[in-house]
């Protein structure tokens, strides 16, 4: 059994090898066909035949036409400039014949100053654009208030000044619709449309050599555990002496993956279409001949290591029915909720909803783009959007009420899927000492702060995009501040930087719930109702206690359960997600996980006990109606 492990771990480690390598095969080329592909999928002369013949001009004058690059990183270091070129070719193009050009410029220049007196009027127009009334309207339209019978210039240049810029700003709105902005999804697009070589040639033998090998090796190493740990009993042996779960060189090098994998997939994603090229037949069972974005690399990704590291749960958790049923629940929803369906509802011109997904955790729910996308998707869509309010305001704390934040962050939610299943050999790594319960309150609930201005703002701004669009002003201003601003700033803090890359990336260092504990601000809406409203509790058998601390260790919110058990005390902590582990581990049965009366009484004040040899005794709080006789 030994050497099957060992044999899986060889494997494993080779198709890791070969997905880390994968990003270095293949080069990177520009060709009319490839750009064709990209930008023009229609057969009649359309906006693609425009983009793609500015683009191949462009490219061709900056030599780069079916030149080869060895390296992503050389080839995107191009795209800046070809992206501009191409964009000024376009404007260029529209302003011939939609804008003013430099020579009309300088005709209504010419003809407008007699004598160093600026005599600008509509028979100047007329005079320049003799034939051209669309040119004649435009000029009219946007410089009338420059004629003489309006305003008198001092000097010329005053008056060229003028012109410049308002033909400027004529010039400036032209062909915007065609051109490629230079931000990451457009740079995803071109440099993976750009790869050429064996990765995107044999992308069938790269899956089964990464996803395949990873995968084959796991099971391999993690299979035999059902009869190299013995009988009953979760073991946790030696957990503190292995490089890979005490934050030793293993755990860096974990953390080293998670971190870059998580920088280059919000910020850099160009620089993985090989990973994204090898999952493109996966993609092409939804659509066909589809290519897989980096989302869809995500998604697969994630599902394939919480089903891996889920079988891991059902090997080491097998004994304990709670632990069997819920990692069951959670890849279940993981992979019908948030992957599949994901993929399908599009398939129908439905939203692209993960219909589990609950606000604050959904922060875009009341974008602009996202209430527009569901109320023009007919009456589904606007039920799939009212579906994601009555989720969040009346499904969430009705639950939370009956069973605890345990339902969502233990049962349902994709990062606590992820963070009981990968993450579940760093859950001892969890901080408890009480600075760390400290910034947790400061953190989780500025996020939530956070979270609710932000909704704010953007809800703001759909409501006048969506009910109100022909309102006066700014759309997006309220109190001076721009809610686009709000949205930007808090999906790259919260939703990229603390959500993936501290949330995810940080488990072999802070433990697999630093998300959930310090920043999900939907945690701490739940954790709020489940500290004050709700019958969940964990209890504990106090006389039953040794002290051996496995609760504490293994809790991953950092909770130190061992201290409520001493007492005796009911645990009531809005952070506790329920997960179950501190009852799994506890070697005398003496916590359990309830749902009982919601009076503060029996939830929160139940009197301290301390059990010695003299059995029972109460010492500190006296049960109120015990006190009144
Ligand atoms: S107290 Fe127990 S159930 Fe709650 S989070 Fe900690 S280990 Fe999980
Ligand atoms: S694991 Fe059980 S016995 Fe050990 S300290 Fe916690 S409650 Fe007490």
């Not at 990177?28 to 990209?38: K, Q």
């Not at 191409?86 to 020579?103: K, L, M, P, R, Y």
């Not at 503190?240 to 920088?263: E, K, P, Q």
Request: glycine share 8%.
């Amino acid at each position: 059994m030994k050497s099957i492990r060992n044999i899986g771990l060889v494997l494993f480690l080779v198709g890791f090898s070969i997905f880390i390598a994968s990003l270095f095969i293949g080069k990177y080329s520009i060709s009319e066909e490839r750009l064709i592909t990209l930008y023009d999928s229609t057969e009649e002369i359309d906006k693609g035949d425009t983009i793609v013949a500015s683009l191949t001009k462009a490219a061709a004058e900056m030599g780069l036409i079916d030149k080869e690059f060895a390296s992503q990183f050389t080839f995107s270091s191009k795209l800046t400039e070809l992206f501009k070129k191409s964009n000024e070719f376009i404007a260029n193009q529209f302003i011939v014949s939609d804008g003013i050009t430099e020579e009309e410029k300088e005709d209504l220049i010419q003809i407008s100053i007699e004598s160093s007196r600026v005599v600008y009027s509509e028979s100047s127009v007329s005079v320049v654009f003799p034939e051209n009334k669309k040119k004649q309207k435009l000029v009219i339209d946007n410089t009338s208030w420059m004629f003489l019978e309006n305003k008198e210039y001092e000097t010329a240049a005053d008056f060229k000044n003028d012109l410049g810029n308002k033909v400027n700003e004529i010039n400036g709105k032209l062909g915007q619709e065609y051109f490629i902005w230079d931000n990451k999804y457009s740079r995803f697009d071109f440099v993976k449309a750009s790869l050429i070589g064996p990765v995107s040639d044999r992308k069938g033998l790269f899956l089964l050599l990464t996803f395949g090998l990873c995968i084959i090796g796991s099971l391999m190493h993690i299979l035999p555990g059902v009869v190299l740990m013995g009988g009953p009993g979760i073991k946790n042996d030696g957990i503190y002496h292995d490089a890979s779960t005490n934050r030793g060189w293993i755990g860096i090098l974990a953390f080293g993956f998670l971190f870059f994998f998580y920088v280059l997939l919000y910020f850099y994603p160009w620089l993985i279409v090989n990973w994204t090229s090898i999952v493109d037949p996966i993609k092409g069972l939804f659509v066909e001949g589809a290519v897989a974005s980096q989302w869809f690399l995500y998604g697969l990704l994630y599902c394939v290591a919480m089903i891996v590291m889920g079988i891991r749960m059902f090997v080491k958790y097998r004994n304990n029915r709670y632990q069997i049923i819920r990692t069951c629940s959670v890849l279940f929803f993981q992979i019908v909720f948030a992957f599949l369906l994901v993929e399908i509802l599009p398939l129908f011109d439905l939203p692209a909803m993960d219909l589990k997904n609950a606000w604050p955790l959904d922060f875009d729910m009341f974008f602009d783009w996202n209430v527009k996308g569901h109320l023009d998707s007919g009456t589904v869509g606007i039920f799939m959007f009212v579906w994601g309010i009555v989720l969040s305001v009346i499904v969430i704390p009705v639950m939370v009420y009956f069973y605890g934040k345990r339902w969502y962050c233990s049962w349902v939610c994709g990062c606590g899927g992820l963070a009981e299943t990968l993450g579940d050999p760093y859950r001892q790594l969890s901080d408890k000492r009480l600075i760390a319960w400290k910034i947790e309150r400061w953190m989780i609930y500025s996020v939530l702060v956070f979270a609710i201005i932000m909704t704010a703002f953007t809800g703001y701004h759909s409501y006048n995009e969506v009910i109100n669009p022909n309102m006066a002003g700014s759309k997006d201003v309220l109190f001076g501040l721009s809610a686009y601003n709000i949205r930007e700033w808090y999906g790259f803090l919260i939703g990229s930087i603390f959500a993936g890359v501290i949330g995810t990336g940080f488990y072999p260092i802070l433990g697999n719930r630093a998300w959930c504990r310090f920043g999900c601000p939907l945690a701490a809406y739940m954790g709020l109702v489940q500290r004050f409203k709700s019958k969940f509790r964990i209890t504990t058998n106090g006389g039953q206690c040794i002290s051996c601390g496995n609760c504490s260790t293994y809790c991953e919110q950092g909770i130190d359960v061992r201290s409520y058990a001493q007492k005796g005390q009911n645990i009531v902590r809005a952070s506790c997600v329920g997960c179950g582990v501190c009852s799994a581990v506890c070697p005398r049965g003496v916590l359990k996980l309830e749902n009982g009366p919601n009076d503060n009484w029996s939830r929160v004040e139940e009197p301290v006990i301390i059990i010695g040899n003299d059995g029972m005794l109460e010492v500190s709080r006296i049960a109120p109606e015990v006190s009144e006789q």
